[in-house]
């Protein structure tokens, strides 16, 4: 079944972030995959509020590939970027399958970098810019 969220200005994310993790529930593997610039990080940083992680701590990974958040729970999530990994072995260099193989939320950005090695219960979700810079976020279950 294909879904999809379409977010017209930055004052519906956090509706759209809440409405995304509402029907994504039961998801611990979140791929996404758009181009530089769609919003990945930004879509991301509104999930994280919506989980009540503090939105100071959350920051795009590119450098250190993995952050690891508090949820308002408790709960760790993991936020990856892969966009600088050149080789599956940096990925598997970091700990990747403990990370995933944690049972906790892992949002993955740029994720095609290390598609050999992502669980087939990732899911692939594809944030596309209109022309009128609204996003439509789209997966399908």
Known sequence: MRHEIIIRSLQEIDSAAKEFLEEIRGHKLIA???PMGAGKTTFTTAICRCLGVEEDAV???TFAIVNEYRTGTGEPMYHFD?????KISEALDIGF???IDSGFLCIMEWAENIADILPEETLTVTISVAPD????I???D
Not at 82 to 86: G, H, K, L, T
Not at 133 to 136: K, L, N, P, Q, V
């Open 59 to 61: 920051s795009s990974p």
């Open 32 to 34: 996404f995959h758009a």
């Open 97 to 99: 399958y403990d990370y």
């Open 138 to 140: 789209s997966w399908e």
């Open 133 to 136: 810079e609204s996003r439509t």
């Open 82 to 86: 892969f966009y600088r990994i050149e």
